[in-house]
């Protein structure tokens, strides 16, 4: 089997399928301690790209409340059961991925969720870890939590669902890394479902073609942000390309976050994917928990999210989360503001440190009415 390098686990890996790395990756960072699970992602992808016939139960981007939530049920649970609990040295990952738990002759190792496993997206939403008891308050620590993790297809660097595809079906295109179906190829034999261990291929029961996230492909050509980035209320998610060929570039915010100061992980990197989807953890979730879905990086990103007020830099690049419509590529901090710029050069978000106060006069003329400033 080839072998490829997996710089998220910090050694090679056998991997099903060559081909050469994108000129540049498509990525996203989404930061978990911001997200109020409002669902406004998860409406603007449906009633765009997904409000057809057999589409009822499909969701390219869901939003589920951890540790019980998941959609389709259970897919991380299922996933853990069947796979050896992570082991990671100071080297990087020792335990196998899901391309070499069994052997070069077979695919990788995953499961295909029953139909019914589509049928509530939101079960466990809003459910904590233990029970409140009477009298119980906040005392500054939370004793019980939940979190929300907003997902999409996360566009991998080693995607199971293309290694696994018999009909060749799907690919990753070399401009930008994004992943897709070939739905004129697919011929619903549903082993890219069974393979992908984020279950974030769909099939669909009308067409009995696989479907998933496009990446909003044509928003990204036009180098404009996905849908699901632009309508976050919360300003969670940052969408930007990482540097594939040669070393990560600091002056661009994904490779400055995710790369350089290491403040965002991927989601079960354990898997050996590679997925581009990385998550700033929780800061009040406990740590053992978090290391399961993360990784290891854990308590170091939650040491540099704790000193952001600090780290003006860092800070800088966070404070472009839903600034613009536009992809910007390359960034920079200057006095109180941070500013970035798009694929063109021009100049799409400027934004203050200390944002100004205005105060509006008690009686406004031209109305004939009194304001009250009440923010
Ligand atoms: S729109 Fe943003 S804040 Fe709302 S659920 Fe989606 S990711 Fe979370
Ligand atoms: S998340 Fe799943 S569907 Fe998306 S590229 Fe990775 S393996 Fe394929
Ligand atoms: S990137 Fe586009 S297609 Fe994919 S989940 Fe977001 S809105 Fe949907």
């Not at 930007?240 to 990560?248: E, K, M, V």
Request: glycine share 8%; with cysteine; hydrophobic share 35%.
């Amino acid at each position: 089997m080839p072998k490829r390098f997996n710089w998220q686990l910090g050694r090679e890996m056998e991997y099903p399928f060559d081909a050469p790395a994108p000129e540049r990756q498509v990525a996203y960072v989404f930061d978990t301690n911001k997200c109020i699970e409002c669902q406004t992602c998860t409406v603007a992808c449906k009633t765009c790209w997904t409000s057809g016939k057999g589409q009822e139960t499909v969701f390219w981007n869901n939003v589920e409340t951890k540790p019980f939530g998941g959609y389709p049920l259970a897919w991380d649970m299922k996933l853990m059961e069947m796979t050896p609990p992570a082991k990671w040295d100071r080297t990087g990952l020792r335990t196998p991925t899901v391309f070499e738990l069994d052997g070069e002759k077979k695919p990788p190792r995953g499961h295909r969720p029953d139909v019914d496993d589509y049928s509530a997206p939101n079960l466990g939403e809003d459910d904590i870890t233990g029970a409140v008891n009477l009298g119980e308050h906040f005392s500054g620590v939370h004793p019980l939590w939940m979190f929300y993790l907003a997902r999409i297809c996360n566009h991998c660097d080693h995607p199971a669902c293309l290694a696994s595809c018999p009909r060749k079906a799907i690919y990753k295109r070399s401009e930008d890394g994004i992943v897709l179906v070939d739905q004129e190829r697919c011929r619903g034999y549903q082993e890219c479902i069974r393979a992908c261990p984020y279950k974030k291929v769909f099939f669909n029961l009308i067409s009995r073609v696989s479907e998933k996230c496009i990446g909003c492909y044509p928003r990204v050509e036009a180098g404009e942000v996905a849908l699901c980035v632009e309508s976050c209320i919360g300003k969670i998610r940052l969408h930007g390309f990482l540097t594939s060929a040669g070393d990560p570039r600091p002056d661009n915010p994904l490779d400055y976050i995710v790369k350089i100061r290491r403040l965002a992980l991927p989601l079960l990197p354990q898997a050996g994917t590679g997925p581009n989807v990385y998550y700033i953890p929780p800061v009040h979730v406990p740590g053992e928990f978090l290391e399961q879905l993360f990784g290891p990086g854990v308590e170091s990103s939650r040491r540099l999210y704790r000193n952001l007020k600090d780290d003006r830099r860092l800070l800088g690049a966070l404070m472009l989360f839903g600034a613009t419509d536009r992809i910007i590529t390359r960034f920079e901090v200057r006095d109180d503001l941070a500013l970035g710029w798009d694929v063109d050069g021009e100049e799409v978000a400027r934004v203050p440190f200390t944002e100004p106060t205005y105060v509006r006069s008690h009686w406004d003329d031209r109305f004939g009415a009194y304001r009250h400033n009440t923010t």
